[in-house]
Protein backbone atom coordinates (compact mmCIF):
# COMPACT_ATOMS: atom_id res chain seq x y z
CA UNK A 1 0.00 0.00 0.00
CA UNK A 2 1.33 3.48 -0.83
CA UNK A 3 0.84 5.19 2.77
CA UNK A 4 -0.02 8.67 2.53
CA UNK A 5 -2.66 9.35 5.62
CA UNK A 6 1.03 10.12 7.90
CA UNK A 7 -1.23 13.26 9.28
CA UNK A 8 -3.60 11.04 10.91
CA UNK A 9 -0.49 8.77 12.50
CA UNK A 10 2.81 7.96 10.62
CA UNK A 11 2.79 4.71 9.41
CA UNK A 12 6.52 4.32 9.88
CA UNK A 13 7.89 3.12 13.18
CA UNK A 14 11.85 3.31 13.35
CA UNK A 15 12.89 -0.27 14.79
CA UNK A 16 14.56 0.88 17.54
CA UNK A 17 11.22 2.21 18.72
CA UNK A 18 9.55 -0.90 18.15
CA UNK A 19 12.24 -2.70 19.80
CA UNK A 20 11.98 -0.37 23.01
CA UNK A 21 8.02 -1.08 23.05
CA UNK A 22 8.40 -4.88 22.51
CA UNK A 23 11.69 -4.50 25.48
CA UNK A 24 9.13 -2.82 28.10
CA UNK A 25 6.41 -5.19 27.77
CA UNK A 26 8.65 -8.17 28.17
CA UNK A 27 10.49 -6.75 30.65
CA UNK A 28 9.47 -4.07 32.43
CA UNK A 29 5.84 -4.85 33.09
CA UNK A 30 6.01 -3.29 36.53
CA UNK A 31 4.07 0.42 37.84
CA UNK A 32 6.39 3.11 37.47
CA UNK A 33 6.82 4.67 40.95
CA UNK A 34 4.36 2.56 42.64
CA UNK A 35 6.82 0.05 44.28
CA UNK A 36 10.19 -0.13 45.78
CA UNK A 37 10.90 -3.31 43.63
CA UNK A 38 13.57 -3.20 40.96
CA UNK A 39 11.55 -3.79 37.95
CA UNK A 40 9.12 -0.90 39.24
CA UNK A 41 12.55 1.31 39.79
CA UNK A 42 14.14 0.59 36.30
CA UNK A 43 10.48 1.65 34.75
CA UNK A 44 10.37 5.02 36.75
CA UNK A 45 14.31 5.88 35.32
CA UNK A 46 12.39 5.43 31.95
CA UNK A 47 9.48 7.64 32.61
CA UNK A 48 12.36 10.19 33.98
CA UNK A 49 15.02 10.17 30.88
CA UNK A 50 11.98 10.08 28.87
CA UNK A 51 10.38 13.48 30.34
CA UNK A 52 14.11 14.79 30.03
CA UNK A 53 14.51 13.52 26.67
CA UNK A 54 10.57 15.62 25.65
CA UNK A 55 11.85 18.71 27.59
CA UNK A 56 15.01 19.09 26.40
CA UNK A 57 13.17 18.05 22.79
CA UNK A 58 11.33 21.33 23.17
CA UNK A 59 13.45 23.31 24.86
CA UNK A 60 10.73 23.19 27.80
CA UNK A 61 11.15 24.91 31.42
CA UNK A 62 11.52 21.52 33.50
CA UNK A 63 11.05 17.84 32.60
CA UNK A 64 9.14 18.17 36.56
CA UNK A 65 6.78 19.93 33.85
CA UNK A 66 6.54 17.53 31.54
CA UNK A 67 3.19 15.60 31.72
CA UNK A 68 1.98 12.19 30.05
CA UNK A 69 -1.11 11.66 28.98
CA UNK A 70 -3.42 9.05 26.95
CA UNK A 71 -2.84 11.14 23.62
CA UNK A 72 -2.93 15.07 22.32
CA UNK A 73 -6.36 14.96 23.05
CA UNK A 74 -6.22 14.51 26.82
CA UNK A 75 -3.19 16.85 26.70
CA UNK A 76 -5.28 19.55 25.06
CA UNK A 77 -8.29 18.61 27.49
CA UNK A 78 -5.68 18.83 30.78
CA UNK A 79 -4.64 22.40 29.39
CA UNK A 80 -7.78 23.88 28.33
CA UNK A 81 -10.18 22.76 31.21
CA UNK A 82 -7.63 22.85 34.07
CA UNK A 83 -6.53 26.27 33.43
CA UNK A 84 -10.20 27.99 32.31
CA UNK A 85 -11.62 30.01 34.96
CA UNK A 86 -15.48 31.37 35.60
CA UNK A 87 -16.39 34.59 33.86
CA UNK A 88 -12.98 34.34 31.23
CA UNK A 89 -12.53 35.02 27.78
CA UNK A 90 -10.46 32.64 25.43
CA UNK A 91 -9.24 33.61 21.92
CA UNK A 92 -9.24 30.91 19.09
CA UNK A 93 -9.53 30.40 15.76
CA UNK A 94 -11.69 28.93 13.20
CA UNK A 95 -8.74 26.55 12.20
CA UNK A 96 -8.57 24.30 15.02
CA UNK A 97 -9.15 21.21 16.10
CA UNK A 98 -11.68 19.33 17.47
CA UNK A 99 -9.80 18.66 20.39
CA UNK A 100 -9.37 22.75 21.16
CA UNK A 101 -13.23 22.98 19.80
CA UNK A 102 -15.02 20.80 21.75
CA UNK A 103 -13.52 21.95 25.39
CA UNK A 104 -14.04 25.39 24.75
CA UNK A 105 -17.68 24.79 23.16
CA UNK A 106 -18.48 22.48 25.88
CA UNK A 107 -17.27 25.32 28.72
CA UNK A 108 -18.93 28.04 26.70
CA UNK A 109 -22.31 26.08 26.36
CA UNK A 110 -22.01 25.97 30.08
CA UNK A 111 -21.71 29.61 30.28
CA UNK A 112 -18.12 29.10 32.19
CA UNK A 113 -16.05 30.78 29.60
CA UNK A 114 -16.78 33.23 26.54
CA UNK A 115 -14.77 32.17 23.49
CA UNK A 116 -13.83 34.17 20.17
CA UNK A 117 -12.42 32.77 17.19
CA UNK A 118 -10.58 34.40 14.62
CA UNK A 119 -11.12 34.11 11.57
CA UNK A 120 -7.90 33.12 9.06
CA UNK A 121 -6.64 35.28 6.26
CA UNK A 122 -6.47 34.06 2.52
CA UNK A 123 -3.38 32.82 3.27
CA UNK A 124 -4.81 30.62 5.96
CA UNK A 125 -3.14 32.15 8.48
CA UNK A 126 -3.89 33.75 12.03
CA UNK A 127 -2.50 37.48 12.12
CA UNK A 128 -1.28 38.47 15.09
CA UNK A 129 -2.89 41.96 15.04
CA UNK A 130 -6.07 40.35 15.03
CA UNK A 131 -4.83 38.19 17.83
CA UNK A 132 -4.12 41.68 19.68
CA UNK A 133 -6.89 43.36 18.80
CA UNK A 134 -9.58 40.16 20.43
CA UNK A 135 -8.03 40.67 23.76
CA UNK A 136 -10.11 42.31 26.64
CA UNK A 137 -9.81 42.91 29.99
CA UNK A 138 -11.14 39.23 31.21
CA UNK A 139 -8.62 37.42 28.59
CA UNK A 140 -7.30 34.55 30.28
CA UNK A 141 -5.99 32.23 27.29
CA UNK A 142 -5.07 31.97 23.61
CA UNK A 143 -5.32 28.70 22.31
CA UNK A 144 -4.23 27.86 18.76
CA UNK A 145 -2.93 25.17 16.71
CA UNK A 146 0.87 25.45 15.09
CA UNK A 147 0.45 23.63 12.07
CA UNK A 148 -3.18 23.35 10.71
CA UNK A 149 -4.14 19.31 9.79
CA UNK A 150 -6.64 20.77 7.04
CA UNK A 151 -4.46 23.43 5.46
CA UNK A 152 -1.12 22.82 6.47
CA UNK A 153 -0.48 26.33 7.02
CA UNK A 154 1.84 27.49 10.13
CA UNK A 155 0.95 30.01 12.25
CA UNK A 156 3.15 32.36 13.53
CA UNK A 157 3.44 31.58 17.42
CA UNK A 158 6.13 33.30 18.01
CA UNK A 159 4.51 36.67 17.61
CA UNK A 160 1.57 35.62 18.92
CA UNK A 161 3.72 34.32 22.36
CA UNK A 162 5.01 37.73 22.65
CA UNK A 163 1.56 39.57 22.34
CA UNK A 164 0.38 37.28 24.96
CA UNK A 165 3.56 37.49 27.40
CA UNK A 166 3.11 40.88 27.28
CA UNK A 167 -0.62 41.26 28.39
CA UNK A 168 -0.06 38.26 30.41
CA UNK A 169 -1.98 35.95 29.31
CA UNK A 170 -1.77 32.08 29.03
CA UNK A 171 -0.64 30.44 25.89
CA UNK A 172 -1.52 26.88 25.01
CA UNK A 173 -0.11 25.54 21.37
CA UNK A 174 -1.40 22.40 19.75
CA UNK A 175 2.05 20.78 18.75
CA UNK A 176 -0.04 17.70 16.65
CA UNK A 177 0.61 18.64 13.17
CA UNK A 178 4.27 20.73 14.06
CA UNK A 179 6.53 18.31 16.90
CA UNK A 180 8.91 16.65 14.76
CA UNK A 181 8.24 18.77 11.63
CA UNK A 182 9.42 22.01 12.58
CA UNK A 183 11.44 23.23 15.07
CA UNK A 184 9.74 24.05 18.71
CA UNK A 185 11.13 26.53 21.19
CA UNK A 186 9.14 26.87 24.83
CA UNK A 187 10.95 29.26 26.05
CA UNK A 188 12.08 31.53 22.88
CA UNK A 189 8.04 31.30 21.55
CA UNK A 190 6.95 32.19 24.60
CA UNK A 191 4.52 29.18 25.08
CA UNK A 192 3.14 28.53 28.56
CA UNK A 193 1.58 25.51 27.88
CA UNK A 194 2.29 22.81 24.86
CA UNK A 195 0.17 19.54 23.71
CA UNK A 196 1.45 16.61 21.08
CA UNK A 197 1.65 13.04 20.52
CA UNK A 198 4.03 10.53 20.33
CA UNK A 199 2.71 8.93 16.82
CA UNK A 200 2.64 11.47 14.20
CA UNK A 201 5.61 13.94 13.81
CA UNK A 202 8.14 11.76 16.33
CA UNK A 203 7.14 8.25 14.73
CA UNK A 204 6.80 7.09 18.14
CA UNK A 205 3.50 4.59 19.63
CA UNK A 206 0.05 5.28 19.45
CA UNK A 207 -1.21 6.03 22.65
CA UNK A 208 0.80 8.66 24.73
CA UNK A 209 0.87 12.27 24.44
CA UNK A 210 2.43 15.30 26.44
CA UNK A 211 1.72 18.55 27.55
CA UNK A 212 4.74 20.64 28.70
CA UNK A 213 4.38 23.51 31.37
CA UNK A 214 5.77 26.09 33.14
CA UNK A 215 5.19 28.28 36.40
CA UNK A 216 1.56 28.73 34.89
CA UNK A 217 -0.04 25.27 35.92
CA UNK A 218 -3.45 23.64 34.99
CA UNK A 219 -5.56 22.21 37.72
CA UNK A 220 -5.71 18.47 37.72
CA UNK A 221 -8.57 16.78 35.70
CA UNK A 222 -8.22 13.20 36.59
CA UNK A 223 -8.52 12.30 39.71
CA UNK A 224 -7.19 9.02 41.32
CA UNK A 225 -3.99 7.26 42.48
CA UNK A 226 -0.76 8.96 41.82
CA UNK A 227 2.13 6.88 43.90
CA UNK A 228 2.30 9.84 46.24
CA UNK A 229 0.67 11.11 48.98
CA UNK A 230 -1.47 8.54 48.99
CA UNK A 231 -2.92 9.82 52.73
CA UNK A 232 -4.67 11.83 51.53
CA UNK A 233 -8.29 11.81 49.84
CA UNK A 234 -7.37 15.37 47.51
CA UNK A 235 -5.64 14.88 44.29
CA UNK A 236 -2.02 16.41 45.34
CA UNK A 237 -1.01 18.62 42.22
CA UNK A 238 2.49 18.80 42.46
CA UNK A 239 4.50 18.10 39.15
CA UNK A 240 3.77 15.21 37.35
CA UNK A 241 2.61 13.46 39.97
CA UNK A 242 -0.83 14.85 40.35
CA UNK A 243 -1.35 15.11 36.69
CA UNK A 244 -0.98 11.59 35.66
CA UNK A 245 -2.91 9.55 37.85
CA UNK A 246 -3.59 5.57 37.34
CA UNK A 247 -0.94 3.65 35.57
CA UNK A 248 1.13 5.02 33.20
CA UNK A 249 1.70 4.11 29.22
CA UNK A 250 5.33 2.42 30.23
CA UNK A 251 5.85 -0.01 26.57
CA UNK A 252 4.26 3.96 24.82
CA UNK A 253 6.90 6.42 26.96
CA UNK A 254 10.11 3.93 25.95
CA UNK A 255 9.42 4.11 22.61
CA UNK A 256 8.80 8.11 22.43
CA UNK A 257 12.60 7.96 24.34
CA UNK A 258 13.83 6.01 21.30
CA UNK A 259 11.91 8.15 18.32
CA UNK A 260 13.17 11.28 19.95
CA UNK A 261 16.66 9.78 19.65
CA UNK A 262 15.97 8.52 16.52
CA UNK A 263 14.37 12.31 15.35
CA UNK A 264 17.42 13.67 16.48
CA UNK A 265 19.60 11.97 14.30
CA UNK A 266 17.74 11.52 10.95
CA UNK A 267 15.97 14.64 10.63
CA UNK A 268 17.58 16.94 8.85
CA UNK A 269 17.50 14.17 5.74
CA UNK A 270 13.94 13.11 6.23
CA UNK A 271 12.94 16.90 6.78
CA UNK A 272 14.13 17.76 3.06
CA UNK A 273 12.78 14.52 1.44
CA UNK A 274 9.03 15.33 3.30
CA UNK A 275 9.13 18.69 1.64
CA UNK A 276 10.17 17.35 -1.59
CA UNK A 277 7.12 14.75 -1.67
CA UNK A 278 4.62 17.04 -0.19
CA UNK A 279 5.84 19.76 -2.99
CA UNK A 280 5.22 17.29 -5.75
CA UNK A 281 1.78 16.41 -4.76
CA UNK A 282 1.18 20.35 -4.69
CA UNK A 283 2.24 20.82 -8.07
CA UNK A 284 1.21 17.74 -9.62
CA UNK A 285 -2.78 18.04 -8.34
CA UNK A 286 -2.73 21.67 -9.93
CA UNK A 287 -1.88 20.53 -13.20
CA UNK A 288 -4.63 17.96 -12.74
CA UNK A 289 -8.18 19.35 -14.92
CA UNK A 290 -10.87 19.60 -12.46
CA UNK A 291 -8.48 18.86 -9.11
CA UNK A 292 -8.52 21.93 -6.59
CA UNK A 293 -5.91 22.42 -4.15
CA UNK A 294 -6.94 24.43 -1.12
CA UNK A 295 -4.31 23.98 1.60
CA UNK A 296 -1.23 26.18 1.52
CA UNK A 297 1.92 25.70 0.22
CA UNK A 298 3.25 25.27 3.45
CA UNK A 299 5.00 21.57 3.33
CA UNK A 300 7.28 21.19 6.60
CA UNK A 301 4.38 18.86 7.94
CA UNK A 302 3.96 16.96 4.62
CA UNK A 303 0.18 17.47 4.02
CA UNK A 304 -2.05 18.60 1.15
CA UNK A 305 -5.48 18.67 0.86
CA UNK A 306 -7.86 18.34 -2.23
CA UNK A 307 -10.86 18.27 -3.88
CA UNK A 308 -12.24 17.04 -7.09
CA UNK A 309 -15.11 18.62 -8.71
CA UNK A 310 -18.07 16.58 -8.50
CA UNK A 311 -16.55 13.64 -6.21
CA UNK A 312 -17.46 13.69 -2.41
CA UNK A 313 -14.25 13.21 -0.67
CA UNK A 314 -15.04 9.86 0.97
CA UNK A 315 -15.63 8.45 -2.76
CA UNK A 316 -12.44 9.68 -4.04
CA UNK A 317 -10.59 8.45 -1.17
CA UNK A 318 -12.64 5.27 -1.24
CA UNK A 319 -11.17 4.73 -4.82
CA UNK A 320 -7.90 5.55 -4.46
CA UNK A 321 -7.41 2.58 -1.77
CA UNK A 322 -9.41 0.31 -3.76
CA UNK A 323 -8.59 0.81 -7.46
CA UNK A 324 -4.86 2.35 -6.53
CA UNK A 325 -3.79 0.69 -3.15
CA UNK A 326 -3.51 4.36 -1.89
CA UNK A 327 -4.18 5.00 1.62
CA UNK A 328 -5.60 8.92 2.15
CA UNK A 329 -7.56 10.67 4.88
CA UNK A 330 -11.17 12.15 3.49
CA UNK A 331 -14.06 14.32 5.19
CA UNK A 332 -13.74 17.01 7.79
CA UNK A 333 -10.93 15.59 9.57
CA UNK A 334 -12.17 17.09 13.07
CA UNK A 335 -12.19 20.31 12.30
CA UNK A 336 -15.09 21.66 11.30
CA UNK A 337 -14.61 25.18 11.53
CA UNK A 338 -12.20 25.39 9.05
CA UNK A 339 -13.94 23.32 6.36
CA UNK A 340 -17.15 25.54 6.75
CA UNK A 341 -14.87 28.79 6.01
CA UNK A 342 -13.17 27.03 2.50
CA UNK A 343 -16.91 26.37 1.79
CA UNK A 344 -16.10 22.39 1.82
CA UNK A 345 -18.07 21.46 4.73
CA UNK A 346 -21.01 19.99 2.45
CA UNK A 347 -18.24 17.30 0.27
CA UNK A 348 -15.11 17.67 2.47
CA UNK A 349 -11.27 17.56 1.11
CA UNK A 350 -8.88 14.87 0.27
CA UNK A 351 -5.92 14.55 2.17
CA UNK A 352 -2.33 13.02 1.37
CA UNK A 353 0.19 13.46 3.84
CA UNK A 354 3.94 12.45 2.88
CA UNK A 355 6.46 11.37 5.07
CA UNK A 356 10.20 10.97 4.03
CA UNK A 357 9.48 7.21 3.95
CA UNK A 358 7.34 7.45 0.63
CA UNK A 359 9.13 7.12 -2.99
CA UNK A 360 9.14 9.64 -5.70
CA UNK A 361 7.14 6.28 -7.70
CA UNK A 362 4.50 5.94 -5.24
CA UNK A 363 4.06 10.47 -5.14
CA UNK A 364 3.69 9.37 -9.35
CA UNK A 365 1.28 6.55 -8.82
CA UNK A 366 -0.82 8.65 -6.34
CA UNK A 367 -1.28 11.40 -8.76
CA UNK A 368 -1.88 9.01 -11.53
CA UNK A 369 -4.73 7.96 -8.98
CA UNK A 370 -5.82 11.00 -8.64
CA UNK A 371 -6.04 11.76 -12.53
CA UNK A 372 -8.08 9.02 -13.84
CA UNK A 373 -10.29 9.42 -10.81
CA UNK A 374 -11.20 13.17 -12.20
CA UNK A 375 -11.94 11.05 -15.74
CA UNK A 376 -14.67 8.90 -14.19
CA UNK A 377 -18.24 10.02 -14.90
CA UNK A 378 -20.64 9.81 -11.41
Same mark, same amino acid.
Given at each position: ?????????????????????????????????????????????????????????????????????????????????????????????????????????????????????????????????????????????????????????????????????????????????????????????????????????????????????????????????????????????????????????????????????????????? !???? $?????? @? +? %?? =??????? &????????????????????????????????????????????????????????????? !???? $?????? @? +? %?? =??????? &?????
Amino acid at each position: MIYLDNAATTGYKPPQVIQAVAEALAHSSANPGRSGHKLSTQAMMTVMKTRQAVCDFVNGYSPDKVVFSLNCTSALNLAIIGSATKGCHVITSLSEHNSILRPLVELQKRNFIDVTFLVPDKENKISPTDVKNAIRKNTTMIVLGHISNVTACKQNIEAIGKIAKLHDILFIVDGAQSVGYTPIDMQKQNIDMLAFPAHKGLHGPMGLGCLCFGDKMPRPIVFGGTGTDSHMPLQPTTTPEGFESGTQNLPAIAGLFEAINWHNETNCID !SQKR $QIFAKM @I +F %DG =LQTIKGV &SVLSSPCFESGIVSFAIDNVNSLVASDLLDEKFDVATRAGLHCAPLVHKHLGTDKVGLVRA !SVSA $QNTRQE @I +F %DF =LNGVEQI &SKMKF
